[in-house]
């Protein structure tokens, strides 16, 4: 969204209410009841509705149920806060632009994240597609690099990561437990249609997807890079471009890490489009458990 028709959305209070309120229900309706689906319900003068059934009497907000709906913010500081986070400040740097505190910025952007994580639903990949795995965490410390237990694959403290990217399509990422042939071979098959033809490197954990119904074609990357059309270029610029958003945040922990890679699967998947207002539809869908 452009800044001129963003600075129109949040003028007044009032503005980013009724710009809240089409996103979320489009028709010029009233909404039903979150609770019993009642359909006439009537609205307050603080822009909120009420169910007219004695038995329920639900008071209901633009934002109530949603994951923005978590968040107290006023409906404005809201949209503010997902502008910011559309153009990546750091929610310290969120906080001090809206004037809010930063642990309230850091949640709005948490809430972000888990929306981004609830609809990141694995699509099943029909057309060529590239498999890579990488390792995320921090640079080994000078003292460390000659311990055999800090080198190579199983180094304690990285974070594996596994990723196939659909050519001239979508990126997907998941943080695996590791690296094994059974690892990369199930979420394969949960990810990938049968029959596909399938590029790796020549790490032997991809051993087994011919045995699964895949074609698989191989890249050296100790002879070169790419082979004509097998090579997996188009999942190493993804691995960079997510390394190089993790550099930005100075560390994450493992804890929030896949909140973390899930957003950046989506900006990537989504770096075409308006990622404003598909960051508002997330932000204003209904909470999992409702």
Known sequence: MRVREFLTMVRTPAAAWRALRQRRWPTRRMPACLVCGARHTYRLREGRWRCPRRACSYTFGVRTGTWAGLSRVPDDTWLWLVKLFELELTARQAAVQTGVSYPTALKAFTLLRRAILAEAE????????????????????????????????????????????????RVQVSVVPDCSAETLRDRTLRWVKRGTLVYTDQWSGYDTLTFCGYRHLRVNHARHFSRGKVHINGL?????????????????????FPLYLYEW??????????LFDLLLAQSLRALPNL
């Open 122 to 169: 694995p699509e099943l990949l029909r057309r060529e597609v590239e498999a890579d795995e990488s390792y995320f965490g921090p640079r080994r410390p000078p003292r460390s690099r000659g311990d055999p237990r800090n080198r190579g694959r199983s180094a304690p403290h990285k974070t594996p990561v596994f990723g196939i990217l659909e050519r001239h399509g």
């Open 236 to 256: 190493e610029g993804f691995w960079s471009y997510a390394k190089t958003k993790f550099v930005k945040h100075h560390g994450v922990s493992p804890a929030r």
């Open 265 to 274: 699967q989506f900006r990537y998947n989504h770096r075409q489009e308006n």
